[in-house]
């Protein structure tokens, strides 16, 4: 088996190092804070007391930090222990100007750095199911698929464009944020009609919005193009509705919504597609 380090592990860091030893590797690993290590080792895990040691003798390093500030803090540290052509697979969340210019740098120091942001929970990673987003050279992600495939439900390399992997990590974690906060206005509809969570929650074991993303996504992209499928002028009015059944609960976005639709009426976009709204 090989010789993997990892440095990070928080959650998801030591969901990966369960992962790694249950299917025999020996994994060195590291974190600031040196109590989290405590438990890894229990499993099986070799605690080491600096990046160095950690990535001495790894055919591959895994990061699993913070953001940018700790990952350039690490990444010089580490490279005193890293072997040569040893891959350094960074699955941090970052941003993506910041790794493209990491990723320049770097490989013109000639470190093999390669970006895998990842949606994927602590339970994800300790079943290696979920998805990994690996950007930069086709050469390193064809190299490294079959042992990252080990380790998530699905590799996917989006191009040799080195932050398109970081852009879409964040625009999938903001679609989780706001579908939570979609889903507390839901919340709040039914409690201004005294209907439980739970009975509210039960339409969506019916009605399943998901599948429209793809069509909202390109109504979106295209608004202000088109026939309208819904008219704003409509829109806004269920929007009136909604907010008015939600009473007194508190609300996230139905409010922002209705004020961004407020504008684009006022603009003259009452007979336009809903979607509008979005460009005002």
């Given at each position: 088996?090989?010789?993997?380090?990892?440095?990070?592990?928080?959650?998801?860091?030591?969901?990966?190092?369960?992962?790694?030893?249950?299917?025999?590797?020996?994994?060195?690993?590291?974190?600031r804070?040196?109590?989290?290590?405590?438990?890894?080792?229990?499993?099986?895990?070799?605690?080491?007391?600096?990046?160095?040691?950690?990535?001495?003798?790894?055919?591959?390093?895994?990061?699993?930090?913070?953001?940018?500030a700790?990952?350039?803090?690490?990444?010089?540290?580490?490279?005193?222990?890293?072997?040569?052509?040893?891959?350094?697979?960074?699955?941090?969340?970052?941003?993506?100007?910041?790794?493209?210019?990491?990723?320049?740098?770097?490989?013109?120091?000639?470190?093999?750095?390669?970006?895998?942001?990842?949606?994927?929970?602590?339970?994800?990673?300790?079943?290696?199911?979920?998805?990994?987003?690996?950007?930069?050279s086709?050469?390193?992600?064809d190299?490294?698929q079959?042992?990252?495939?080990?380790?998530?439900?699905?590799?996917w390399?989006?191009?040799?464009?080195?932050?398109?992997?970081?852009?879409?990590?964040?625009?999938?974690?903001s679609?989780?944020?706001?579908?939570?906060?979609?889903?507390?206005?839901?919340?709040?509809?039914?409690?201004?009609?005294?209907?439980?969570?739970?009975?509210?929650?039960?339409?969506?074991?019916?009605?399943?919005?998901?599948?429209?993303?793809?069509?909202?996504?390109?109504?979106?992209?295209k608004?202000?193009?088109?026939?309208?499928?819904?008219?704003?002028?409509?829109?806004?009015?269920?929007?009136?509705?909604?907010?008015?059944t939600?009473?007194?609960?508190?609300?996230?976005?139905?409010?922002?919504?209705?004020?961004?639709?407020?504008?684009?009426?006022?603009?003259?976009?009452?007979?336009?597609?809903?979607?509008?709204?979005?460009?005002?």
């Open positions: 088996m090989t010789t993997i380090a990892l440095l990070g592990t928080g959650l998801l860091g030591a969901g990966m190092v369960e992962n790694l030893l249950a299917k025999g590797h020996t994994v060195r690993i590291w974190n804070t040196a109590d989290k290590l405590a438990p890894l080792v229990q499993k099986g895990a070799i605690a080491t007391a600096s990046p160095a040691d950690c990535g001495r003798g790894a055919a591959r390093c895994h990061l699993v930090l913070s953001e940018d700790a990952v350039d803090a690490v990444i010089p540290a580490l490279r005193a222990g890293l072997g040569a052509n040893v891959p350094v697979i960074d699955h941090s969340t970052n941003l993506p100007a910041t790794v493209k210019a990491r990723c320049v740098a770097l490989r013109a120091q000639g470190v093999r750095y390669v970006p895998a942001p990842v949606f994927m929970s602590p339970a994800n990673a300790r079943e290696a199911s979920g998805l990994m987003v690996v950007s930069g086709k050469a390193d992600a190299a490294l079959p042992d990252l495939a080990t380790m998530t439900g699905k590799v390399h989006v191009g040799e464009r080195d932050d398109l992997a970081a852009i879409y990590k964040l625009a999938g974690n679609m989780f944020f706001a579908l939570a906060s979609a889903m507390a206005d839901v919340l709040a509809i039914g409690a201004g009609s005294g209907v439980a969570a739970e009975q509210m929650l039960a339409l969506f074991d019916v009605f399943k919005p998901g599948g429209a993303l793809p069509f909202i996504g390109q109504r979106v992209a608004a202000g193009a088109g026939p309208a499928s819904f008219e704003l002028s409509m829109a806004r009015k269920d929007a009136r509705l909604m907010i008015e939600a009473a007194h609960q508190r609300l996230l976005l139905l409010p922002a919504i209705a004020a961004a639709m407020d504008k684009a009426l006022g603009n003259g976009h009452g007979k336009a597609d809903y979607s509008i709204f979005t460009k005002a």
